[in-house]
């Protein structure tokens, strides 16, 4: 709000300047600012009584709004961690239930873990089974220390099964299906397209169908990785209904 400016030319006494108020300088002695657009004096009291909002600005409530959101902020970091501290620690304790030998096994590196899973021979740890280990975990470099497991770290050279998904076991997907060409230097052993292969076995007639032959599995129903590798389920029997047995005659009334 401006109040009465004085008349144009006429000189403006240094505690009259703008901004300046009835008690200046003491006024900014409070972080105040009475009136930064009027000829000085402060407000005027008539404009005051008729309802006019002063051109006033309080530093101090301005400042305390970061200043809350900064302490709201420590507070709540605070509040998080000491849940995380409490859950983690919690994590550590030992079950006085288990077994000490299932607690030595737990507490080795996972890449030990995953290696007694793994194929004989694959790794350096004694395997437990001599098959592939088919889960989609992978042996990462820096997770050779118990108790430390990283996730975003490069996969060891060996001791991994492929990551292989269902449709790349089609055979369109392997070149040496798709091609004709010599096996030896002495050209007696050829390989031919298997399209072709399997369109001589059928003018051949090499591989004659069974009598109660199965339909071939459609595109629909093949193996994917979207259905976790299972394909179209095979479709339940049919169950055909109990016939309905015909509701008893109520008794015929005595004759009298």
Not at 126 to 142: A, H, I, M, W
């Amino acid at each position: 709000m401006s109040t009465t400016n004085p008349p144009a030319g006429a000189p403006i006494p240094p505690e009259q300047a703008p901004g300046a108020g009835r008690e200046w300088p003491a006024d900014a002695l409070d972080l105040s600012a009475p009136d930064d657009s009027g000829g000085g004096g402060g407000v005027d009291p008539v404009a005051l009584k008729l309802g006019h909002e002063p051109d006033l600005f309080q530093v101090k409530p301005i400042l305390s709004i970061p200043f809350a959101v900064l302490v709201t902020f420590v507070i709540a970091f605070a509040v998080a961690a000491g849940v995380f501290t409490y859950v983690m620690a919690k994590g550590r304790e030992t079950d006085p239930r288990a077994h000490p030998a299932g607690l030595a096994r737990g507490n080795e590196s996972l890449n030990d873990r995953l290696a007694r899973i793994s194929l004989k021979g694959s790794t350096t740890v004694p395997s437990e089974v001599d098959q592939p280990r088919l889960e989609t975990l992978q042996r990462l470099q820096g997770n050779d220390k118990a108790g430390f497991q990283a996730t975003t770290q490069p996969p060891v050279p060996t001791g991994n099964s492929p990551w292989i998904h269902a449709e790349e076991l089609q055979p369109g997907r392997y070149e040496g299906l798709n091609r004709a060409e010599y096996l030896d230097k002495d050209k007696k052993t050829a390989r031919i397209p298997i399209d072709d292969a399997m369109r001589l076995l059928i003018e051949q007639k090499r591989l004659p169908a069974a009598a109660n032959g199965a339909r071939p599995q459609g595109v629909v129903e093949q193996p994917t990785n979207g259905n976790a590798g299972r394909g179209g389920l095979p479709k339940a029997p049919e169950q055909k209904a109990a016939p309905k047995e015909a509701a008893p005659k109520a008794p015929e009334p005595a004759k009298k």
